[in-house]
């Protein structure tokens, strides 16, 4: 199995943040980004409260929703996490969002997308293998980030780095006393939106998604945890459902 990916602790907390910034325009620039104050205020109300309940309760957690149906949020350096309109379509509860940024809040917390980019840029850049990729030449610095950003929304994270992720989002719902199976409830409802799709998607997207809900089933038996996920529906609806712009046809 593969190991996560060793981070590097020289970047301070505002460095982090340029970085999460820096790739979160990449990505933004590809989708667009959605504007709406009150869903905006829910979102930061229910990542920032995952994420006091984490082991760095300083991190200032800032939401991000793009213009985009995908169903894959992730948690950028310092703690931005950008969340796709498809993923938010997909939840039902706010169990199931707090799961669903859970995951994201997690990999702010681990550092992981930190730990991939150092990787990523020494692999494919010579000059990256001399020097930290902070400090690469702007233009190949930009590259690199542009190139990172687009391998990660077409393949995602690593399974060792997903299950890390699954497993920590877990604990966080269980500190605030959300219902722990609200992720595993989340990727229910992930795969019955790729069914609906026209061909439903890739078969690997469900083997991906199965063996994520088996590695979250093992993990609720270790917490001797319900595995329900559905609660709070109504706030849910009220605050980010009846928010969210009409999907595209």
Do not use: W
Not at 21 to 26: D, G, K, P, S, W
């Amino acid at each position: 199995r593969e190991k996560l990916a060793p981070v590097s602790a020289t970047l301070s907390f505002n460095e982090e943040r340029e970085l999460g910034y820096a790739m979160a325009l990449e990505m933004i620039a590809r989708h667009g980004l959605v504007e709406n104050e009150p869903l905006m205020g829910y979102l930061d109300r229910v990542a920032s409260a995952l994420a006091a309940h984490s082991d760095r309760p300083a991190m200032d957690v800032r939401v991000v929703v793009l213009r985009s149906e995908a169903h894959t949020a992730f948690g950028l350096p310092g703690g931005l996490v950008l969340v796709p309109l498809g993923a938010l379509r997909a939840c039902e509860s706010e169990s199931e969002l707090a799961g669903l940024l859970a995951q994201a809040v997690a990999q702010c917390e681990l550092r992981l997308m930190q730990a991939r980019l150092e990787r990523y840029a020494s692999e494919k850049h010579a000059e990256a293998k001399e020097k930290p990729f902070t400090q690469l030449p702007q233009e190949l610095f930009s590259q690199v980030l542009a190139d990172f950003t687009l391998d990660l929304e077409r393949a995602g994270l690593p399974p060792d780095d997903q299950r890390a992720a699954d497993r920590r989002a877990t604990d966080l719902l269980l500190r605030l006393g959300y219902e722990p199976g609200g992720l595993k409830a989340h990727l229910a409802r992930v795969q019955l939106k790729l069914r609906e799709q026209a061909g439903g998607g890739p078969l690997e997207n469900y083997a991906r998604l199965k063996a994520r809900e088996e590695s979250l089933d093992a993990r609720l038996a270790e917490l001797h945890a319900p595995s329900l996920g559905r609660g709070i529906a109504d706030r849910f609806r009220r605050e980010c459902h009846v928010n969210l712009p009409a999907p595209k046809l």
